[in-house]
């Protein structure tokens, strides 16, 4: 192999994790783990039940629920086809870039036929119901039939000099390409950028509104979301979440979803902890105030950013959110959306703040939190913690009362948060929460046979007893064998030799002070559970 054929290969060998993933690796993952039982622990105290849903769902579901216009949606989704028509769609690529040429008769014939394969297998997907027969793929289906039986008479009426002939065909070539693009031979999936919608797809799904209500939801697991990385934001992360979907819309509910994400981070020692909320109205009273808040917009349109203006047109709601220097003097002379709430809403906005009074949960208000999702009216929340530099926001959530009305289901009530557990690990490892690595309880250095047997006994009733056990699997000197339990961080090395095995008698060194004693089987392990005892 030539130097930088190897070289080639060599680097090909080396994978990293995709941009925007990570390895969670020990002990950092004990952490993980540690907030994940706190979560069972605590959201089960509040009546809550766990929820596994898939990490893929229909495109359509995510689109409709979170919003067209969110940057979630129309940027950040990770998004497939899924079919098993593999060669027909190479096949619809290769038509698509094909360019032929009515004066060239091997390049019309040859077109022609692989149009026609295409549109023979195409047509008889759709009517197995192999491909789905949407209105686009019938469509599609009609004009590129008529148009490959046409291709023989074009080319003809070309022979006979027709300009117009050419024109018309290259017209239908390009025609073609735009139908071909639009076919779809499977169902559009993306990987989920948030489980709200799968909950609430769920919901439906399994007739939830015949249980008890509300139906109380909790759930944890990746999502994934196209942005630019950085820290504290991922293409993969992990959320920790919960819903609660049916019943009233009582603000005690609100207020206790709030309380237990609260109880949670108090439960993990999260420091800097500040929750804001707000109300953005609903389908009564929002709707003006948009009106009013892009007119106020209009006025200043110039002053503003590109991302704003733009956003005066698709939501301007979202323009309270941004954080650019040069608007936020705008902003905040801009109309608040507490001033216009109908009866109701400020009603219920009042009633939360109560709620959250009652139960000792501290809030700020603050009437520029909008959220970025399309789902959310009334109530809104957001959490914030310290370490975490611009991407702060640990927790964020609110009410979405229709969604699951929206989503083909009955009129729901519904309030949920979701935790960006990344975020969550981030800030109480910047408090100093890092668990340390985990050592060893006991090393076992064995030597000899008969050592090596009772050795795998000894660590199966330790392991049995709940200690932690390294077995060396091959015999080692007991020097290179106590100098690889330091490493390891083991408390104690059980020796056993040939003298102890026939004595009876093992040797238990403390690693921490090299002080030794000898003790019989059952007394060993007697004694490894007093110390145990002492030190917890
Ligand atoms: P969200 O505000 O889009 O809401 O996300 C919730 C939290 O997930 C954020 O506050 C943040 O901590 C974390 N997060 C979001 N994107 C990233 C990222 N790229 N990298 C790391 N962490 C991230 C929702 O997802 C809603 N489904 C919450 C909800 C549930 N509302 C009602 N129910």
Not at 64 to 84: A, C, P, Q, W
Not at 270 to 295: F, M, T
Not at 303 to 319: C, H, M
Not at 519 to 534: G, I, N, S, Y
């Amino acid at each position: 192999m030539s130097e930088g054929a190897a070289k080639k290969e060599e680097k090909r060998r080396k994978f990293q994790a995709i941009r925007g993933t990570r390895d969670l690796l020990p002990p950092e993952t004990a952490l993980w783990n540690r907030v994940e039982q706190t979560a069972h622990e605590v959201f089960g105290t509040f009546g809550f039940g766990e929820i596994r849903v898939p990490i893929f769902e229909p495109t359509e579901l995510f689109a409709r629920s979170i919003g067209l216009d969110t940057d979630v949606v129309s940027k950040e989704m990770y998004t497939f086809e899924d079919h098993d028509f593999g060669e027909l769609d190479r096949l619809r690529s290769t038509i698509t870039y094909r360019n032929p040429d009515i004066e060239n008769p091997h390049s019309v014939s040859l077109y022609r036929d692989q149009l026609n394969d295409f549109v023979r297998a195409f047509g008889e997907g759709i009517s197995s119901n192999q491909i789905p027969r949407t209105p686009e793929n019938l469509r599609a289906l009609e004009t590129l039939q008529h148009f490959a039986g046409q291709i023989d008479s074009l080319a003809k009426d070309w022979t006979g000099g027709v300009l117009i002939a050419k024109v018309r065909f290259d017209g239908r070539v390009v025609d073609a390409r735009e139908n071909l693009r639009r076919i779809q031979f499977g169902d559009v999936l993306s990987l989920r950028p948030e489980a709200t919608a799968s909950v609430c797809r769920a919901y439906i799904e399994h007739g939830m509104q015949s249980l008890p209500q509300p139906v109380k939801l909790y759930y944890m697991g990746p999502m994934f979301r196209r942005e630019r990385p950085q820290k504290g934001r991922y293409r993969q992360f992990y959320q920790i979440g919960a819903e609660v979907l049916g019943g009233s819309d009582a603000p005690a509910i609100d207020a206790e979803v709030i309380e237990m994400v609260m109880t949670f981070f108090d439960r993990l020692e999260l420091h800097g902890v500040q929750l804001d909320i707000n109300s953005i109205g609903d389908r009564n009273c929002r709707p003006k105030y948009v009106e009013l808040l892009r007119a106020e917009l209009l006025k200043v349109k110039d002053k503003l950013g590109a991302d704003s203006q733009r956003r005066i047109e698709t939501n301007p709601l979202r323009v309270l959110d941004s954080k650019l220097e040069s608007e936020q003097g705008i902003i905040a002379t801009l109309p608040r959306i507490a001033d216009h709430l109908c009866e109701e809403c400020a009603v219920h906005y009042a009633a939360v703040k109560h709620q959250l009074e009652m139960r000792g949960v501290i809030y700020r208000e603050n009437w520029r939190l909008v959220r970025g999702l399309d789902y959310y009216m009334r109530t809104t929340f957001e959490i914030t913690a310290q370490g975490l530099g611009s991407q702060n926001a640990v927790c964020g959530g609110g009410r979405y009362d229709g969604l699951v009305e929206l989503l083909g289901g009955p009129p729901t009530k519904g309030i949920g948060f979701a935790i960006g557990e990344d975020r969550l690990i981030l800030s109480l490892q910047e408090s100093g929460k890092a668990p340390a690595q985990q050592g060893r309880d006991v090393y076992i250095a064995w030597m000899g046979e008969r050592a090596h047997a009772t050795a795998i006994r000894a660590a199966k009733d330790l392991r049995k007893g709940g200690f932690s056990v390294e077995l060396p699997p091959v015999e080692q000197k007991f020097g290179k064998a106590l100098g690889q339990a330091d490493k390891l961080g083991a408390k104690y090395a059980l020796i056993l030799g040939d003298n102890e095995v026939s004595e009876g008698l093992w040797t238990l060194k403390t690693l921490a002070d090299g002080s030794q004693a000898k003790f019989t089987e059952p007394d060993l392990l007697e004694h490894l559970r007093k110390q145990r005892a002492l030190s917890s």
